[in-house]
């Protein structure tokens, strides 16, 4: 008895791997783990997080914070450090909040993961909403709670180097000014490469021209890194992509088999009868589990996966979904010490309410 529940177990696990390792899933992660490195060692983030300060408008100060969190792809824990930085360098509550919720919510390999493996309905749904409740949360708690008067620093935009760049190219003949100006816009057109591999490697619609379109893409890329990149800079690049792979895979792995196991073990019917409908205690239920529990980065969205296979509801799967990667009681405990009692319980209300909101809403929608 024992060992056909430890057997059912084992072959649960590997099965979940081997759905997890197909190519379909592979030809997102590897694009997003490359897409990742990138962010965290060429885009100038610096440049970014220099307009969260109090004295920046609102206009600027929250869509800016919402791209750094984008950018800038970190888990819940890696965050905190981040979110208390800007923070003692002057941002204003509401941004630097805007940044703390955004950039676990959005982490990019969780968005793609997400569509690759539960639905593209999802995963969108996840992002937009996440950047939504990132300003409004920010946007409530700055207005509650005013802060104290402090002295900040005046944010200047500093273009020296960039215009000592551009001097000399009007009086460059036509084709070399051009190559002059792509070379300046070497970041944006490295980073669309990268977002064009990543897409057409894992939306179905490129089925057909798939394996043409990644030889393509992969030529223009290593031209455009060979020709526009420091020897440095590549390294840095392909160094951070590593770590996080090497940081974020096995714990992929862990989790997806954990989750396989689970699902062979665990009656079919036992979250379709508590979490199974689109009711407001099934999605308070998943988004309480999501803020109390902590899982590593990405292991909530095979988990997810574990819960839907288990009877969980679309709606409530939302809610966890929007919950579990923005806090934990661990987060929780640390963004007290940052930002004080009343307002990190203010923004732990808010993020239950609008979570548990956005399920139901979303449950309706789809039924």
């Not at 057997?7 to 590897?30: E, Q």
Request: glycine share 8%; hydrophobic share 55%.
């Amino acid at each position: 008895m024992i060992q056909d529940i430890i057997l059912k177990a084992i072959n649960g696990g590997i099965y979940a791997l081997l759905d997890y390792l197909g190519a379909h899933v592979l030809t997102c992660l590897v694009p997003a783990f490359f897409i990742a490195g990138a962010m965290a060692t060429i885009l100038p983030k610096e440049k970014i997080l220099k307009y969260l300060g109090k004295n920046s408008p609102k206009y600027i100060a929250y869509p800016l914070s919402v791209v750094a969190g984008l950018l800038l792809a970190v888990c819940s824990c890696t965050i905190l450090p981040l979110f208390a930085g800007i923070k003692k360098k002057g941002a204003g509550i509401g941004p630097a909040i805007a940044f703390l919720y955004t950039a676990p919510a959005t982490n990019l390999l969780a968005i793609i993961y997400t569509g690759a493996i539960i639905g593209w309905d999802l995963a969108i749904s996840r992002i937009l909403l996440s950047i939504s409740f990132a300003v409004i949360i920010g946007i409530i708690i700055s207005s509650f709670f005013k802060e104290e008067e402090e002295e900040s620093k005046e944010l200047v935009s500093k273009l020296i180097e960039e215009q000592r760049r551009m001097d000399g190219i009007d009086g460059l003949p036509l084709h070399k000014r051009i190559i002059k100006r792509l070379e300046y816009n070497r970041i944006l057109i490295f980073f669309g490469i990268l977002f064009l591999i990543l897409i057409v490697g894992a939306w179905k619609v490129f089925e057909g021209i798939r394996v043409y379109g990644l030889v393509v893409l992969v030529a223009s890329l290593l031209i455009v890194v060979k020709y526009w990149f420091k020897k440095e800079e590549i390294k840095n690049w392909l160094v951070e992509t590593y770590k996080f792979f090497k940081t974020i895979f096995p714990l992929l792995l862990v989790g997806v088999f954990i989750a396989g196991v689970l699902t062979a073990l665990l009656p079919e019917k036992i979250l379709a009868n508590y979490v199974g409908s689109n009711t407001v205690f099934a999605n308070l239920a998943g988004v309480l589990f999501g803020v109390f529990m902590y899982f590593p980065t990405l292991v909530e969205v095979p988990m997810a996966r574990m819960f839907l296979n288990l009877g969980m509801a679309r709606g409530p799967l939302l809610a966890y979904l929007l919950a579990d990667p923005v806090t934990s009681l661990p987060s929780l405990l640390v963004v007290r010490k940052i930002m004080g009692t009343k307002r990190t319980l203010v923004y732990s209300i808010l993020i239950i309410i609008f979570c548990t909101i956005s399920g139901l809403i979303y449950g309706f929608i789809i039924s």
